[in-house]
């Protein structure tokens, strides 16, 4: 089992043909309302490749909270232990515009999520074969859950986003990490090659395109990506993230659940919505066997 701590968010997503400067209005082409949230499209990612998966997190009582619940139930994502709290489900707000996104988060009830909550799911996260964390919710609950998982021993795979909550002591109880260029810059330094060779086997640095690179501890590692035609990128760090556990937690070896999630990314990429082109797995291995439809 997976188990996911983290964030669910309504992302409030605005197509775009011209950006507006300061004080511009503009006509969009598009907008939609769409389920997310860090964490619950990692859980949604791992659960659609075949994961049993558990989400921990927190939405209100509107009904953004009812929608984002229900879509996870119907990922089939266990959601016992997401709460609710008397503040508004967090929302994004996601402008698309040239291929490319920029992205407004307002946490909401995300930031209800407590050390207590953590505490209350313990059990389900000793019996986790691996748990995937973020940094959509409070610092105090990420250390707490970090701890935990430390004296359970149950491996962590961190993406550090948004990489200005992170704190480096939790290096050490951090099994793997997944910055992506811009988030290890701000993290390590521009030193990239360097920063790799601390960490074997633990810092992958996601490149979009070109595939993610790492260090086992003799060689430096590139994993290509894999070239397709980009619809939104909204969502592929999270569909990289929740493959990567899949895979890992399946037996497969560091490169080889780093190629599966890159290929996991290249389709979600080919449709509209951080969730909405998530793959299953059989569209994964088509693509890798080149047995596409």
Not at 150 to 171: G, I, S
């Amino acid at each position: 089992m997976i188990t996911v701590i983290g964030s669910l968010n309504m992302d409030l997503a605005v197509k775009m043909d011209v950006f507006p400067k300061q004080g511009e209005t503009v006509l969009g082409e598009q907008f939609q309302t769409i389920p997310g949230g860090k964490g619950a499209n990692q859980a949604v990612a791992a659960a659609r490749l075949g994961s049993q998966v558990n989400m921990i997190g927190c939405v209100g009582t509107d009904s953004f909270g009812d929608t984002l619940r229900n879509v996870l139930q119907q990922e089939h994502v266990h959601t016992d232990t997401i709460t609710t709290a008397s503040v508004p489900t967090g929302i994004a707000n996601i402008l698309l515009y040239n291929d490319d996104n920029r992205i407004i988060v307002v946490p909401g009830a995300n930031y209800e999520l407590s050390p207590v909550h953590i505490e209350a799911a313990k059990e389900v996260i000793q019996q986790s074969q691996m748990v995937i964390m973020q940094l959509e919710i409070p610092k105090e609950t990420t250390e707490y859950a970090l701890k935990l998982c430390k004296e359970a021993n149950v491996p962590v795979l961190f993406n550090p986003a948004p990489a200005a909550n992170f704190d480096m002591r939790w290096m050490e109880e951090i099994t793997y990490m997944t910055p992506n260029e811009s988030e290890c810059l701000l993290l390590f330094g521009d030193d990239f090659e360097e920063v790799l060779k601390r960490y074997p086997n633990k810092l992958i640095i996601t490149l979009g395109s070109d595939g993610a690179r790492f260090f086992d501890g003799e060689y430096p590692i590139h994993i290509p990506g894999y070239m397709t035609k980009v619809v939104d990128t909204t969502g592929a760090g999270d569909t990289f993230n929740g493959a990567l556990a899949h895979a890992l937690v399946e037996g497969q070896s560091l490169d080889e659940a780093v190629y599966f999630a890159n290929i996991a990314a290249s389709l979600s990429i080919e449709k509209f919505g951080a969730q909405g082109g998530m793959p299953t797995l059989g569209a994964v291995y088509a693509r890798m066997s080149g047995c596409e439809e």
